[in-house]
């Protein structure tokens, strides 16, 4: 994998969104034969033989009892089906997660407790599971005649990816925040100003994962998005490993003892645009498009919760008409 200086090979992406219609296709191409919304997994808390305290309940109890209690969570992964199953509502392509979970109105949606006294946390928005990546690359990487020769695009916004001017952060003066969360500890080190002596400094160069050469570079500008541009072949994401070869992988975090990790891109398409892979930023879903071939293979995997979606359709707030 390599950054491209020369992203006009994504110019083609721009050309078929639509910005008009408030369908997928302001961030999903049209023109393919067929697409797959891939769900990102949700996450559950549960207690061995009672449910899960709501918010109220957590704050009168007594901490030891608290404490007692929390070390006794047992942590899983969800799908979407098995959410739906939960709380009595209805799984479909074009499903929202806060219908899924019966959010009232003006309610928290993203945690709600089910009936059977389970805790339920949505899923991740604008990164397909690291983990999962490879299970969705082995399958679009046997549908494409360029399955090592290919791109990915990540998102410009994330975290500490591109370096930038301007001034360090002082964590002295404020303190530690956000536990040790390596990506809330980047973004703070981005955000955090100390009004007492930056009177007195000039900007200087804060390092991102990204060299400085990348992060000054020229842009896949797509509506509202700008993307870092990679070369990838599909085929290099579907080894479990692919966070080590990653260019944008957080060394500075795997410094301080933290697991390797790197951003799962946003974008990915194989050189013959047989494709395309395309995961929004505020999105809990990737969409892919492509043959019908490819969307039926993607949805009869039982490793990936995929439904296939009609070209123009919506995935808005309200599009969930089915669990109003």
């Not at 950054?3 to 191409?29: F, K």
């Not at 003006?106 to 805790?119: K, Q, S, V």
């Not at 360029?146 to 360090?168: C, I, Q, R, S």
């Amino acid at each position: 994998m390599e950054w491209i200086a020369n992203p006009t090979v994504g110019d083609w992406l721009r050309e078929r969104l639509d910005t008009r219609t408030g369908t997928m296709h302001a961030a999903v191409p049209q023109g393919f034969e067929a697409y797959a919304r891939v769900f990102h997994r949700g996450f559950t808390r549960s207690l061995p033989g009672r449910a899960v305290p709501a918010p109220e309940e957590w704050e009168r109890m007594p901490n030891a009892e608290r404490e007692r209690l929390q070390g006794e969570f047992v942590d899983a992964e969800v799908t979407w089906a098995e959410t739906a199953a939960a709380f009595g509502t209805t799984m479909h392509a074009l499903a929202q997660w806060h219908r899924l979970v019966r959010t009232p109105m003006a309610g928290d949606w993203r945690t709600r407790i089910a009936p059977d006294g389970r805790e339920f946390d949505a899923p991740t928005e604008g990164e397909l599971d690291p983990s999962l990546l490879p299970v969705v690359a082995d399958v679009l990487a046997t549908h494409t005649s360029t399955p090592d020769a290919g791109f990915a695009a990540l998102w410009e916004g994330w975290g500490n990816l591109v370096g930038h001017l301007g001034m360090p952060a002082n964590p002295g003066l404020f303190g530690p925040s956000g536990g040790d969360d390596p990506h809330h500890q980047a973004m703070l080190g981005r955000s955090t100003h100390d009004p007492f002596n930056n009177v007195f400094r000039k900007p200087t160069w804060q390092e991102g994962l990204l060299p400085r050469e990348v992060s000054e570079g020229p842009r896949l500008e797509l509506p509202d998005r700008a993307h870092v541009l990679f070369s990838a072949g599909p085929r290099a994401f579907a080894d479990p490993d692919w966070v080590l070869g990653a260019p944008w992988r957080d060394r500075p975090s795997e410094q301080d003892g933290f697991p390797a990790y790197a951003q799962s891109p946003n974008l990915i398409w194989p050189e013959d645009r047989a494709w395309v892979m395309v995961t929004e930023i505020d999105a809990d879903s990737t969409v892919i498009a492509g043959s019908g071939d490819l969307i039926r293979a993607l949805c009869a995997d039982d490793r990936i919760e995929a439904l296939p979606l009609p070209e123009g359709s919506a995935l808005t707030w309200d599009s969930d008409e089915v669990n109003r």
